[in-house]
C-alpha cells in the first residue's frame, strides 16, 4: 500500500470563531515518491505538517501511515510511530548547542530502546551518509547553517524513517548552501527514501517529482510538465 493515505481530510479550529485550516482533503503517497506541497502563507501548510507528522489529530476524514490507520492509535502509540517511521528535517535545526554533531544524532535514539553503543554507531553512520564523517564531535556553533542543516538530515534519517517530512528545509540558508542540502535530499529520494517538502520557495518544489498545491485549506495537484 502507499506510504501517505488522507481520505477527506479536514482540520478545524475551534475558535471561536472556527478557523477551517484544512478542509476535505484527499492526498495519497506511494512509497518513494518525493512531493512537494505549495503555497501561500496562511494555506494551511503547517496544519498539514502537523497532521502528516502525527503531532495533531485531523476533525474529520481517515489518515493511513504505511497502512495503519492512525486514528486507532492511543497518544502513546501514535508518539511511537512518529519516532520510527517519521523523521522530521525543519527551518530552524533545532539542535541542542552544547551536544557534538554525534550527540545530537544519537539523541534521536534515547528513547527507542537502541542500546548506548549501537546509538553511536548509527549516529555515525548517519553523519557519514549525509557527509559530515569530518565533523562526528563539532559543536552546532563551529558548523556552517549548511552543515547544521545536514546534521540535522542525519538525526531524521538514523531511526530509518520511511518518511522524510521537510518543512522550508532551506528558509535558513544561502542559495548555494540551500543547493547541496537540496541535493542531499535527492540522493535520499533516488536511495528509495519517500519525501515530502512543505515550502513557499518554488526553487525547491521543483526538485520534487510531483507538486501540490495547497490553498485555503484545499489540496489540488500542479500538472508535472512544466
Ligand atoms: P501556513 O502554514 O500555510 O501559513 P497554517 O496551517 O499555519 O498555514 O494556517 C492555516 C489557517 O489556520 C490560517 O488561517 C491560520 O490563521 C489558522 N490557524 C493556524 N493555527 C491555528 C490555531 N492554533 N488556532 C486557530 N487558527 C489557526
Ligand atoms: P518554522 O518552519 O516556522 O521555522 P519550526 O521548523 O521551528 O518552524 O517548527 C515547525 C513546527 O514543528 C512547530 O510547530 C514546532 O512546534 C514543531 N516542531 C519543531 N521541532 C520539532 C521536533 N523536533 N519534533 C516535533 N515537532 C517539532
Known sequence: GPAIALRDVSRTYPGPPPVSALRASSLVVGRGEYVAVVGPSGSGKSTLLHLLGLLDRPSGGTYHLDGVDVAGL?????????????????????????????????????YNGTPRAGRRARARQALDRVGLSHRLTALPTTLSGGEKQ?????????????????DEPTGNLDTVTAGTVLDLVDGLHRDGLTIMVITHDDSVATRAGRKVMIRDGMLAEIAGDD
Open 74 to 110: 492511543s497518544e502513546n502509540e501514535r508518539a511511537a510511530l512518529r519516532g520510527r517511521a517519521i523523521g522530521f528535517v525543519f527551518q530552524a535545526f533545532h539542535l541542542l548547542p552544547h551536544r557534538t554533531a554525534t550527540e545530537n544524532v544519537e539523541l534521536a535514539m534515547l
Open 150 to 166: 545536514r546534521v540535522a538530515v542525519a538525526r531524521a534519517l538514523v531511526n530509518e524513517p520511511t518518511l522524510l517530512l521537510c
